[in-house]
C-alpha cells in the first residue's frame, strides 16, 4: 500500500465535515488512512455536495476531500475561469494534505484535473478522468445559463416553484433536480458565478495548447457507454499526454455516469484505486 502523511484533521472523528481550505470550500469524508487521499472536482455546474454518496462510501478505506470549483458552490467568484487557474486551486488543496493525492475529476473537474497532473505531476498519486478528453468541444452548455438565469427567484419560496419554472427551460429533466442543489433559497441567488462562466465558456469547452505532458502515473479514462465525449479518436492525443492511460466504460451511463450508474461507478473507482495501491 501508499504511504499518506497525516494532516491536521486526524485527529477529528471519523465523520463527514466541512472545513475552508486556502482557497477552495471543501467537505471532507473520513479520516487520513495510509492510502494518500482521494481529492474529487466536480463538474460544470455541479458542486462537492453532488458526489457526497459516493465520497462517503469511497471513505471507508481512504480519506476522501470533495472540492467546490471557483464560482461554483460555496467557493470564491472570480473574473476569470480557466483550467490553468482551476488547477492551481486543486494544488493548494493538496498542498495542504502533507502528501500527494489520488485525484478524480469529472467534465470540466476532469480537465482541470488533467492539468494538474501535467503541471504538477508531484501532487498527484493517480489520475482518474470521468468522460472527459483533453481535447475541445464544438457544443456549449451556456443554455443552462440562460435557463437559470430566466428563473424570477423573488417567486421562488420553496425548491418545488423554482423546478416549476426551469424544468420547460431544460432539455434533460435529469439535470432540474442536479441544478437546484446548488439554488440558495433563502439568499434568492444561484450558487454560480453565472457571469463569468458565460463569458469563459470557450474555455471551459478548450483544452489549453500551451500545457503539455507527459504525465506518467497511473491514469483511467472512466466513460459511460452511452456518451461520446470520449471517443476512439482522442485516444492518440489521450496517450501522448499520458501515455500510461487505461480505459473502461460503465454500461447503460451517460455523461453524467456518476449519477447515472452511482454503485457501479463507486465500484470502477474502488477496484482501480486498490489495483494500482
Known amino acids: 500500500m501508499r504511504a499518506a502523511g497525516l494532516n491536521n484533521l486526524a485527529l477529528a472523528p471519523r465523520k463527514t465535515a466541512l472545513y475552508q481550505a486556502r482557497m477552495l470550500n471543501t467537505i471532507t469524508h473520513g479520516t487520513p488512512t495510509d ?19 459516493i465520497a462517503k462510501r469511497l471513505s471507508d478505506e481512504r480519506h476522501v476531500i470533495a472540492v467546490d470549483m471557483r464560482n461554483h458552490g460555496h467557493s470564491p467568484w472570480y473574473d476569470t475561469h480557466s483550467y490553468p487557474e482551476l488547477a492551481r486551486d486543486l494544488a493548494e488543496v493538496i498542498e495542504t494534505l502533507d502528501g500527494p493525492a489520488d485525484v478524480l475529476g469529472h467534465s470540466m ?15 498527484v498519486t493517480s489520475l482518474t478522468v470521468a468522460d472527459i478528453a483533453p481535447v475541445s468541444y464544438g457544443h456549449s ?40 442543489q446548488s439554488l ?28 503539455t505532458g507527459p504525465y506518467e502515473g497511473p491514469t483511467l479514462f472512466l466513460s459511460g457507454t452511452e456518451s461520446h465525449y470520449v471517443t476512439q479518436e482522442y485516444r492518440p492525443r489521450i496517450k501522448e499526454l499520458f501515455p500510461a492511460a ?29 489495483a494500482i495501491g
Not at 452548455?141 to 419554472?165: F, N
Not at 440558495?184 to 495548447?209: E, G, H, Y
Not at 473502461?248 to 452511482?262: E, F, T
Open 109 to 123: 473537474g476532469g480537465k482541470a484535473a488533467m492539468v494538474l497532473a501535467l503541471s504538477r505531476p508531484e501532487l
Open 246 to 274: 487505461r480505459f473502461a466504460k460503465i454500461p447503460g451511463a451517460g455523461h453524467w455516469l456518476h449519477a447515472d450508474k452511482p454503485r457501479e461507478f463507486e465500484a470502477a473507482v474502488r477496484g482501480w484505486l486498490n
Open 184 to 211: 440558495d433559497i433563502k439568499a434568492q441567488r444561484w450558487r454560480f458565478n453565472l457571469d463569468t462562466l458565460a463569458r469563459d465558456m470557450d474555455k471551459i469547452l478548450s483544452f489549453p495548447a500551451e500545457i
Open 141 to 180: 452548455q451556456i443554455q443552462y445559463i440562460e435557463a437559470m438565469r430566466k428563473v424570477d427567484l423573488s417567486r421562488v419560496e420553496k425548491r418545488s416553484d423554482a423546478a416549476a419554472q426551469l424544468a420547460p427551460l431544460v432539455d434533460d429533466p435529469a439535470l432540474v433536480p442536479f441544478f437546484l
Open 35 to 53: 492510502a494518500p487521499p482521494l481529492l474529487i472536482a466536480h463538474g460544470l455546474y455541479g458542486s462537492g455536495r453532488n458526489w457526497g454518496v
